[in-house]
């Protein structure tokens, strides 16, 4: 900048009122969506969003609820806020908006990558951070939470609030897995992992129940990455048969490892039309699909090729895979239950299947430690995700009382997956949600930070609402 130059400031955020939903594409709502294009403008907005229905920060949008809406208040997009500059360490500070893609790609030209990846790379860093993420290799690594350094919070009094585990740790750890209501993440600095290559070591069986599922999980120390696909629409002896994935990072050859070799997922080929017609996915086509998944899958092999969009990214290949479900969209019910519990899961599972509920999409996968975030997920135990159309008769009075299965014995609901959690049943999942809400109080005692989630969970108790 030339002396005696004033820099210009930047264009006010712009402003629309939009219909929002999640990922799931059930519960629609209408906010005001402003889009700050820096973190100043992200200060101003929230000083005097209070006054004006409040507001809640959103991502790509691919929470499955309501997490990241806000009926008749504000919504801030945060996709402008995506700034990148690796440090030493190496370290990787970067801005809230970034998505999980656009880290990935520059950190791999570096040798690098995120240590914790979730089943899409299409999320951004802030969403990542207030969801407390999740990958196939919880049991190893742990959620994204252990791997952040520290982030920048935008508090509603308007100060940015530099977090981590030392410096202000329970506004911390009330912010990992928060879902955005302790504040507006701005900035996060990560510790990235080294990558390996493009291809990883995979060895793939065939289990015939959910049972042998868990046993062959179970028995498995030695693997990084680790899922079972597991079908639950089949009827008779193949209800609840497998294909279980475990990999291994492994280390390729040098001229592999260039920016340019590593096979980082591409845009998708496929995407599913806007008005795609929902007779096309029932329970027969399903059944047909998963019979041909399953026999294709190896009964038994070791160390197969797979490379990262395969291990990480499935369902990337197929872009807006929503729509499959029709306009009535789908509910994922994600729950995990204690380690020595996993006869809760199979409960569950029976449970749906004797309501007539077509579970469509279904996986298990196995927690190790938590991170220590308040409202964070994931536990050491088991975790089932099942996809089901949110239009099916009786769906909601079926998984209330998978609800109240699991509260009553010691398991939970995902948040960032949920669309329809009751608030009485919170406590028993989320033992720490009293001290939660407290540290949410501190922070928020006017209530400015507010979602439709929030609404529904009753997690703005003690301040205006």
């Known amino acids: 900048m030339r002396p ?23 519960g629609y709502s209408e906010a005001t969506v402003i889009a700050p294009r820096t973190v100043e403008q992200v200060r101003e907005v929230m000083l005097f969003a209070s006054a004006s229905g409040g507001l809640i920060a ?13 009926d008749g208040g504000a919504v801030l997009d945060l996709a402008s806020i995506s700034n990148m500059e690796l440090l030493e360490g190496p370290l990787l500070r970067v801005g809230a908006g970034a998505r999980l893609s656009a880290a990935l790609r520059a950190l791999a030209a570096v040798g690098l990558t995120l240590p914790v990846l979730p089943g899409t790379r299409h999320i951004t860093v802030g969403g990542a951070i207030a969801a407390d993420i999740h990958g196939k290799n919880h049991r190893r690594d742990g959620s994204f939470g252990h791997h952040v350094e520290n982030l920048l919070l935008c508090t509603p009094d308007g100060e940015l609030r530099r977090l981590s585990r030392l410096e202000q740790p329970d506004l911390f750890h009330a912010t990992l897995g928060g879902m955005g209501l302790t504040g507006v993440i701005v900035e996060a600095i990560l510790r990235p992992s080294r990558l390996t290559g493009p291809l990883l070591h995979g060895d793939i069986d065939r289990a015939s129940s959910i049972e042998q599922t868990l046993s062959v999980m179970r028995q498995d120390a030695a693997h990084r990455y680790s899922i079972a696909w597991v079908d639950l629409i089949s009827r008779g002896s193949a209800f609840g048969r497998s294909v279980v994935l475990r990999c291994n990072d492994r280390d390729n050859a040098p001229d592999t490892m260039a920016p340019g070799r590593i096979a980082l997922p591409g845009r998708p080929r496929l995407s599913v039309p806007e008005r795609f017609p929902p007779a096309v996915l029932r329970p027969a086509t399903v059944r047909a699909f998963n019979a041909l998944r ?25 872009a807006h895979w929503n729509r499959l479900y029709g306009p009535a969209g789908l509910l994922q019910y994600q729950f995990v239950v204690p380690d020595d519990r996993a006869h809760i899961l199979v409960e569950v599972v029976e449970g749906l299947r004797r309501a007539r509920q077509p579970m469509y999409l279904a996986v298990i996968k196995r927690f190790g430690e938590p991170s220590g975030g308040l409202m964070s997920f994931p536990m050491p135990g088991w975790t089932l995700a099942v996809d089901l159309p949110a239009g099916s008769p009786g769906l909601r009075q079926s998984l209330r009382a998978a609800d109240e299965l699991l509260a009553g014995s010691g398991g939970r609901v995902y948040l960032a997956k949920d669309a329809r959690l009751g608030a009485d049943l919170l406590g028993a999942m989320y033992p720490a949600l009293e001290r939660f809400k407290a540290i949410r109080f ?9 979602s439709d989630m929030a609404r529904r969970l009753d997690l703005a108790a003690g301040a205006t609402a």
């Open 4 to 26: 005696g130059r004033v820099s210009a400031r930047p264009p006010a955020p712009a402003r629309e009122r939009r219909w929002l939903c999640g990922w799931g594409r059930t």
């Open 58 to 70: 959103r991502g790509a949008g691919r929470s499955y609820g309501d997490a990241a809406q806000n």
């Open 294 to 318: 399953f026999h294709r899958a190896p009964a038994h092999a070791r160390a197969q090729p797979i490379t990262l969009a395969e291990n990480f990214f499935p369902l990337d290949a197929l």
């Open 442 to 450: 501190t922070v928020d005692p006017e209530g400015t930070l507010r």
